[in-house]
Structures are given as C-alpha cells and as structure tokens.
Nanobody, 124 residues
Framework: QVDLVESGGGWVQLGDSLTLSCVAS????????LAWFRQAGGKERECVAS????????YYHHTVEGRFAISRDNDKMSVYLQMNNLESEDTAVYFC?????????????????WGRGTQVTVSS
C-alpha cells in the first residue's frame, strides 16, 4: 500500500503551463502503475494519463494528447503531470492514483490507492 499526496495545482490562465506532482510514501513505489485522473463539477472522474509500473507504457486521454505528459521518478517516489496550453475544459480536481503491478490503465476501478486531489482552475 502506498499513500499519495498531490501538489502543484492552482489558478492559471488560458494557454499557461502547470506541473502537478504526486509523492508516495510506504510500499514499493516501483511496483505501481500510476495515473492522473480529474473530476470537474458534475462530471465523472476520468483518467487523463497513466504510466505502467515499468515506465514503458503510457496512456493519454484524447483531449490532452500532445499537451500533457506523464513521467515518474522512482528514486523520488514521485509521478508528475506536465500540462501545457491549458484550456478552460481542463479545470478540475486532479487526483493521483496507483495500482500495483499495473499497466497504463485508464479504468478507474483498476486503481486501489488514491490521493486527495489538487484543484486546477484555468481562467479566460
């Protein structure tokens, strides 16, 4: 089991960039697939990006492909989400999630560990 804490959210303007960080504690971090989900008001939580435990495979939601990049640093027990050219539709609470020995999954039910989330607001 790993505990996850997100940081880096904030208020930005259209077209800006922002990097989210998620640091883990406990457990064997390098055994976990990691993902970033987001949930906007009144909408379901959706996976925007994920990375397999090996780091070889990644997944991106079609709305963020080419703008967002997920990466992991096992030495720092951290996963990052670099977000570029932010749009108003990117406004949401962003959650970090983990699944032991997972691949670059997008399904919410596959992830067993969750952070509390960090708010990202993109203003025009």
């Amino acid at each position: 089991q790993v505990d996850l804490v997100e940081s880096g959210g904030g208020w930005v303007q259209l077209g800006d960039s922002l990097t989210l960080s998620c640091v883990a504690s406990g457990g064997s971090f390098d055994e976990y697939a990691l993902a970033w989900f987001r949930q906007a008001g009144g909408k379901e939580r959706e996976c925007v990006a994920s990375i397999s435990w090996s780091g070889v495979n990644t997944y991106y939601h079609h709305t963020v492909e080419g703008r967002f990049a997920i990466s992991r640093d096992n030495d720092k027990m951290s996963v990052y989400l670099q977000m570029n050219n932010l749009e108003s539709e990117d406004t949401a609470v962003y959650f970090c999630a983990a699944a032991q020995w997972g691949s670059a999954w997008w399904e919410r039910w596959r992830y067993t560990e969750w952070g509390r989330g960090t708010q990202v607001t993109v203003s025009s």
